[in-house]
C-alpha cells in the first residue's frame, strides 16, 4: 500500500508575499488612527464642540395654534384674519419679534433676515419670513417697499399673549427665530452676528431634514 503523500511547506519565497500583504493592510487601518491620535494629542487643533451658530432653546417649544389679522400692504376693512398656527407649521420659519413702527434695530434685523433668506438659493422656497407685530401696527410703506414677501402678523393683543411667551423677551429687538415646520421655537440668532452663521446653519438643517 502506498503510502500519502506529504503536503508540501511553502517555501520562504512564497510566504514573503503573504507578510508584505498583511503588513499593506495593516498600514491602511491603523494609518488613519495613528494621524488622529497624533493631531488630537500632539498638537493645539480640537474640533468644534458645536457646530451650529446660534443658541438653541432647548427644550423647543411648541407654539399654539392661535388666529392673529394679517397685515397687509392696505388696511383691510373686515380685518382679514390668518391662523399662526398654519403659518409656523407649514415651513421653516424665520421669526421677528418687535413693534411695527420698526425702529433702526427693527429695519435691521430683517434686512439681516431678508439677506440670509435670499442667501439659500434654490432653497428659499421651504423659508418663510414672519414678523409678529407686538404695538404700533404698522408702517405699512415701509414693509411693502423694504420686505416683500414678509409675512406680518398682528400680536399686539390678549390673544396673542400665548404665542408670545415661548419668545425669550431679552434682546428681541436685535433677535431672529427659528422655527421648524411642526410649529416648534427652537433657534435663536443675534443680528449683530455674522449673517453666514444663520445661512449656515439653516442650509445644514434644511439638507438633514426631510420636513417642509
Known amino acids: 500500500m502506498n503510502a500519502p503523500l506529504a503536503t508540501p511547506r511553502p517555501t520562504r519565497s512564497a510566504t514573503r508575499p503573504r507578510r508584505g500583504q498583511m503588513l499593506l493592510l495593516a498600514l ?10 497624533i493631531v488630537y494629542y500632539g498638537s493645539q487643533w480640537r474640533p468644534a464642540r458645536h457646530v451650529n451658530h446660534g443658541v438653541l432653546i432647548d427644550p423647543a417649544s411648541r407654539l399654539p395654534p ?4 394679517q397685515v397687509t400692504p392696505e388696511p383691510p376693512e373686515g380685518g382679514a384674519t390668518l391662523a399662526a398656527a398654519n403659518v409656523l407649521s407649514s415651513k421653516w420659519s ?20 431678508r439677506q440670509t433668506y435670499l442667501g439659500l438659493a434654490n432653497l428659499m422656497p421651504r423659508v418663510q419670513r414672519v414678523f409678529l407685530v407686538t ?15 414678509l409675512v406680518t402678523l398682528d400680536a399686539n393683543g390678549p390673544a396673542a399673549a400665548a404665542l408670545l411667551a415661548p ?23 443675534d443680528a449683530h452676528e455674522d449673517p453666514k452663521g444663520l445661512r449656515n446653519d439653516l442650509k445644514r438643517l434644511l439638507l438633514l431634514s426631510h420636513i417642509g
Not at 404695538?135 to 414677501?149: H, I, K, T, V, W
Open 94 to 113: 424665520l421669526v421677528y419679534v418687535g413693534r411695527g413702527d420698526c425702529d433702526a434695530d427693527c429695519r435691521q434685523t430683517l434686512y439681516f433676515m
Open 28 to 37: 491602511v487601518f491603523f494609518t488613519p488612527l495613528l494621524a488622529a491620535f
Open 167 to 189: 419668545f425669550p423677551p431679552d434682546r428681541r429687538a436685535t433677535t431672529i427665530f427659528v422655527v421648524d415646520p411642526r410649529g416648534n421655537l427652537m433657534m435663536r440668532y
Open 66 to 69: 392661535i388666529a392673529l389679522p
Open 135 to 149: 404695538a404700533g401696527c404698522c408702517d405699512r410703506d415701509y414693509l411693502a417697499r423694504e420686505q416683500p414677501n
